[in-house]
């Protein structure tokens, strides 16, 4: 039986051949190979981080893309919509037109009475709900974009071509004429031409024969 030796410490297992200073070198690199790893891994996620990004960056692109398309898809359909229901309309008017012309006549004529006069007020009345505006005067200018001249006169106290008669009013929706009104029109008379006043300190007709006024 063997006695332990007092102070005697039990060593870590050296290999042969090597002294047990080799173990302290290893260590010391298992150490500080540990912070190389977490840098890499954090590279890494940044990368992954970037590409996350410029992902989300297109997806959002795309979408603001798609959202204005549909926008203008909605405005366009819109625009669409409204326009074809003024040409429906613009047409039912349309068709409407003698019907209102023969009111307007009956009501020249002293004829328009009783019930038929109630049922012709409700015909221009729904007429002007629906956007119907009827135009053309007597006394106001000729004006060939709303204006259809079917007779023509000379008058003298007119000074420019002047709508005398209207023979069938016109009618717009909006801005848009469905029909001109149809006038007669007048014109000054060939070769009448407009006197203005002698202004003020112009030398009259008289002065110039005599030579002029007196000197003092």
Same mark, same amino acid.
């Given at each position: ?16 051949? #090597?002294? !047990?200073?080799?173990? @302290?070198? /290893? ?5 500080? #190979?540990?912070? #190389? ?31 204005? &398309? ?7 359909? @819109? ?5 074809? /229901? &003024? $040409?429906?309309?613009?047409? %039912?008017?349309? @068709?409407?037109?003698?019907? %209102? ?6 009501? &020249? ?18 007429? =002007? ?19 259809? #001249? ?9 000074? &420019?071509?002047?709508?005398? =008669? ?6 717009? $929706? ?5 029909? !001109? ?20 300190? @112009? ?14």
């Amino acid at each position: 039986m063997t006695e332990e030796t007092p102070g005697f410490e039990e060593k870590p297992d050296v290999p042969s051949g #090597a002294t !047990p200073d080799d173990a @302290e070198p /290893k260590a010391a690199s298992e150490e500080g #190979a540990a912070p #190389a790893g977490d840098a890499s891994t954090d590279a890494g996620l940044l990368a992954q981080l970037d590409q996350v990004r410029t992902a989300l960056s297109e997806r959002t692109a795309d979408l603001q893309r798609l959202q204005a &398309e549909y926008q203008n898809y909605r405005r366009r359909v @819109e625009r669409d919509r409204i326009t074809v /229901k &003024e $040409i429906a309309v613009a047409n %039912l008017l349309t @068709e409407l037109l003698p019907v %209102l012309d023969d009111i307007g006549r009956a009501r &020249e004529h002293g004829e328009l009475v009783g019930g038929f006069k109630s049922v012709a007020e409700s015909l221009e009345t729904v007429a =002007a709900k629906m956007g119907l505006q009827q135009f053309g005067k007597e006394g106001e200018p000729f004006d060939p974009t709303i204006h259809e #001249a079917l007779m023509h006169s000379y008058a003298p106290d007119v000074t &420019e071509t002047t709508c005398v =008669a209207i023979l069938q009013p016109g009618y717009r $929706i909006g801005e848009r004429t469905i029909r !001109p009104a149809r006038v007669a029109v007048a014109e000054p008379q060939p070769g009448a031409q407009t006197v203005k006043p002698a202004e003020e300190g @112009e030398p009259k007709a008289d002065d110039k024969e005599n030579g002029g006024p007196d000197e003092g």
